[in-house]
């Protein structure tokens, strides 16, 4: 969706270092998610972020949302092969009814060990 | 739970030929999404139900697609006639409430001949 971009759209890391993806949206968002998928399965879900400066952290990925909610960084922290996959932002500009998510298209991570 | 349950895994079709993918929720989920996936469009809604209810089906490509949710266990996304342009990843995600998290499913991959 041209509504969020995502980048770098692939990435090439060796185990052990750190990254960060970028998602960023061209208007206010509602609700912030991101997601992981490995190739040929399905998306698992990772953390929304909702309120402005949120900062959300699991295992070693944290993810922040701005305060002006239009852009979002994840970062991942000694990355390990099992990180490896597509990572996607999805973002809800509806201010209410159902979580209906956009979603960016995606960034493409490989760890080399 | 064995989670959301997509059949068949794969499908391979000839243009013309009426296409039937399946969706079992997650037991206790009220929300079902399907979405369509493919390198050129990335992630796409198409369509949402509540309780069984199509709420927002404007993702929906044309008349050919249709879906139904007959009951809180079972949704069918059907295409007639199928096109190659349809071939793609269809991924049925669904949610508990106002939970934060849409379960995926493990997709259906269809090529359309």
């Known amino acids: 969706s041209q509504e969020l971009e995502q980048s770098p759209q692939s990435l090439i890391v060796q185990e052990g270092k750190n990254l960060t993806i970028n998602c960023t949206s061209s208007k206010t968002l509602y609700g912030l998610y991101w997601y992981k998928q490995k190739y040929g399965e399905g998306l698992i879900f990772l953390m929304m972020l909702q309120k402005g400066g949120e900062e959300k952290s699991h295992e070693k990925i944290t993810a922040k949302l701005d305060e002006k909610k239009q852009q979002s960084s994840l970062h991942i922290t000694a990355s390990q092969p099992s990180h490896a996959g597509i990572y996607l932002c999805g973002a809800d500009f509806n201010s209410g009814g159902y979580q209906k998510v956009t979603f960016g298209t995606g960034t493409k991570l490989q760890v080399i060990p | 739970d064995a989670g959301v349950i997509q059949s068949p895994r794969h499908e391979v079709t000839e243009m013309g030929q009426e296409v039937t993918l399946r969706c079992k929720p997650i037991?206790?989920?009220?929300?079902l999404f399907w979405y369509r996936q493919t390198m050129m469009r990335g992630l796409e809604l198409l369509i949402y139900?509540?309780?069984?209810?199509?709420?927002?089906d404007s993702g929906m490509p044309e008349d050919r697609f249709s879906a139904k949710m007959p009951n809180a266990s079972f949704s069918t996304l059907k295409i007639q006639p199928s096109e190659p342009r349809d071939s793609a990843v269809y991924f049925c995600a669904t949610q508990q409430g106002w939970s934060e998290t849409q379960y995926f499913g493990p997709g259906t991959r269809l090529l359309v001949l």
């Open positions: 139900f509540n309780n069984n209810v199509p709420i927002d």
């Open positions: 037991s206790g989920h009220n929300s």
